[in-house]
């Protein structure tokens, strides 16, 4: 009996300390974006300051203006609700009647050859990025080495058949652009898979991090265990993951929509374009913006669409390639699932590799 309290106590000290370490983090992260938030807001004065403040706000704040933030606004949310939506389902289908022992049985045991194939089994496979995290998480624990895992979580939320076609109907006027974000995302995952495989050899898994029911973190009631339910229950499952999925997504649709919106109707044209332009400070911005917004990969192209005229390409490209791979919730799940050392160099990596990437492709273009 009295081991049993002893252990007892001993978890409870474990949870308590995980929720501490979260809290923690959660704070960082806030702290960090609000930083960035500040840049932009000082970036937009100092421009603004030009014209004169009393002048831009009088001029930005009119009846047109609003006029174009309904058209915006709604244009956002009618193009990319289609894809949100085949998004959710086949999420969902794959979450309810695929095994992470069937991804797994897919890699080779080669290094190089196990990276490269996990980066494109989004193709076949293609988890949402609010459920990925957890798979990955299963995946290690089934054996499936720690770098292939995380290759799979990075490229699978945008290289994947819904999100390329999602892309495409977003930029039809760059058609370009979907084959640059394509192979921008396939990079950035198997070099980030590629140098995780030197820097760690282990796990890096959280002892007693517990990743089931809710404890995704994003709040969707995702079913986390594979059972090997009936077929009408499996069915059942995926319906009820997709309508998660789906008011949980949206919310961030609405939030994504909203802001761009606002940022072309009520912001000057030549405020933006002074942002947008500059090859540095337009990759922050968007890198930030995604990281903030945390919207579905199935419909953040058409937000970063609409900043076509006014952000360079790379710019567009890094906030594309960055929101799915690390962003709010995402960095969340990750602290929940792994740890904390491991989750600052994996973002440290990414960031880095997708400013570098963005910065190359401004210079290029």
């Known amino acids: 009996m009295i081991k049993l309290i002893g252990q007892a106590v001993a978890a409870a000290g474990e949870r308590n300390e995980l929720r501490i370490i979260i809290k923690s983090s959660t704070k960082i992260i806030y702290i960090a974006f609000a930083l960035s938030c500040l840049y932009l807001m000082w970036h937009l004065l100092k421009l603004a300051e030009l014209k004169g403040l009393s002048e831009y706000i009088k001029q930005s704040v009119s009846s047109a203006g609003i006029l174009n933030f309904k058209t915006v606004f709604l244009s956002i949310i009618i193009e990319a609700l289609p894809f949100i939506i085949i998004g959710v389902f086949v999420s969902a289908i794959i979450q309810n ?28 496979f293609p988890v949402c990025e609010c459920g990925i995290v957890p798979v990955a998480r299963r995946l290690v624990q089934k054996g499936v080495p720690l770098y292939s895992a995380i290759t799979f979580m990075l490229a699978a939320p945008v290289i994947n058949p819904v999100v390329a076609s999602s892309t495409a109907i977003a930029f039809t006027v760059r058609p370009d652009i979907v084959w640059f974000r394509l192979g921008f995302s396939f990079i950035v995952a198997c070099l980030t898979g ?39 229950g499996k069915i059942r499952g995926t319906f009820q993951d997709a309508c998660d999925e789906f008011f949980e997504m949206g919310k961030y649709l609405m939030l994504g929509a909203f ?13 933006l374009t002074g942002i947008g332009k500059e090859s540095f400070s337009s990759i922050l911005t968007m890198m930030s913006f995604a990281f903030g917004l945390s919207v579905c990969s199935s419909a953040d192209a058409f937000i970063a669409a609409s900043f076509i005229n006014l952000f360079s390409s790379g710019s567009l490209l890094a906030f594309m390639v960055f929101g799915p791979m690390i962003d709010l919730k995402n960095i969340l799940m990750l602290l929940n699932a792994f740890k904390l050392r491991f989750v600052v160099i994996l973002t440290v990596i990414v960031t880095l590799l997708i400013i570098c990437g963005a910065y190359m492709i401004n210079l290029w273009q």
Do not use: N, W
């Open 259 to 271: 802001l761009a919106a606002t940022a072309q109707s009520f912001i000057s044209q030549d405020l």
């Open 194 to 232: 590629l140098i995780l495989s030197f820097l760690f050899h282990g796990r890096e898994l959280k002892a007693g991090a517990d990743m089931h029911g809710h404890g995704c973190g994003c709040g969707c009631s995702h079913h986390q265990e594979y059972s090997p339910g009936t077929f009408s």
């Open 97 to 124: 009647f695929v095994s992470e022992e069937t991804i797994g049985r897919v890699l080779p045991k080669s290094r190089l050859f196990s990276i490269l194939i996990a980066s494109l089994l989004g193709i076949i």
